[in-house]
């Protein structure tokens, strides 16, 4: 089945230096891949997602690239502010199953 | 605007005491999930409910049961609550399922300590 590795488990910046969260998943038609944003004491919030017919997305100061080749999907967050600081999954669903797939987690800090 | 509401956000019961969770939405969705979340993991799905056809995880224990009575409520059982499922569940909700590319919205999450 498919697996997701996400890295590094624990990230911490500068306000207003730049982020960046790498996944990889095993399955090669895996084919949607968002990226969810969890405070603490809170359910997971929906921040960017890309679907497997677009390399790169952006939002704002959020961005997401896919390399469907090396299968490795990045989270880049710009600019980065204190309340960024949260835990970052990402996930990956495959057309047949109708499940996601999260990774471990990144717990992001950015100090002020 | 709440979309998947949980209810209620903290829930103590005792040890092999039965324990009722609540997820409505007001987003019309076929799709409905729960998930269990222990602390410093990723969320782990327990079944989920494709209209009223229910699916159930291959390793989610017997203690656990769901209902869904219509498109907006879904409840989770916990027939004897352990120590080890203290936790938080977290419902979601999708259009259609995670497969055909469609996003889970997440509520609140309920936290359940168990004593």
């Known amino acids: 089945g498919e697996n997701v590795e996400q890295h590094p488990s624990t990230l911490s910046v500068q306000e207003g230096d730049s982020a960046v969260i790498k996944c990889t998943y095993s399955d090669s038609a895996s084919n949607y891949f968002p990226w969810y944003k969890q405070e603490l004491g809170k359910g997971p919030q929906l921040i960017i997602d890309i679907r497997s017919n677009v390399g790169e997305k952006k939002d704002q100061r959020i961005a997401v690239t896919l390399n469907k080749t090396a299968k490795h999907f990045s989270l880049h967050i710009t600019e980065t502010q204190p309340e960024d600081s949260a835990v970052y999954f990402c996930?990956?669903?495959?057309?047949?199953?109708?499940?996601?797939?999260f990774g471990q987690g990144t717990e992001l800090s950015v100090k002020p | 605007d709440a979309m998947v509401i949980q209810n209620p956000r903290y829930q103590v019961t005792q040890f092999g005491k039965p324990v009722t969770l609540s997820c409505s939405q007001t987003l019309n969705h076929n799709v409905m999930y729960w998930y269990q979340q222990k602390s410093s993991q990723a969320p782990k799905l327990l079944f989920h409910?494709?209209?009223?056809?229910?699916?159930n995880e291959a390793d989610t224990p017997d203690n656990f049961q769901s209902r869904r009575p219509n498109t907006s409520f879904c409840f989770l059982d916990i027939r004897s609550p352990g120590l080890g499922d203290a936790a938080m569940y977290l419902c979601?909700?999708?259009?259609?399922?995670?497969?055909?590319?469609?996003?889970?919205?997440f509520g609140p999450g309920t936290r359940l300590l168990v004593l």
């Open positions: 996930a990956a669903s495959h057309p047949r199953g109708g499940k996601l797939i």
């Open positions: 979601a909700t999708s259009p259609r399922l995670a497969g055909t590319q469609e996003t889970q919205y």
């Open positions: 409910y494709y209209d009223k056809d229910f699916n």
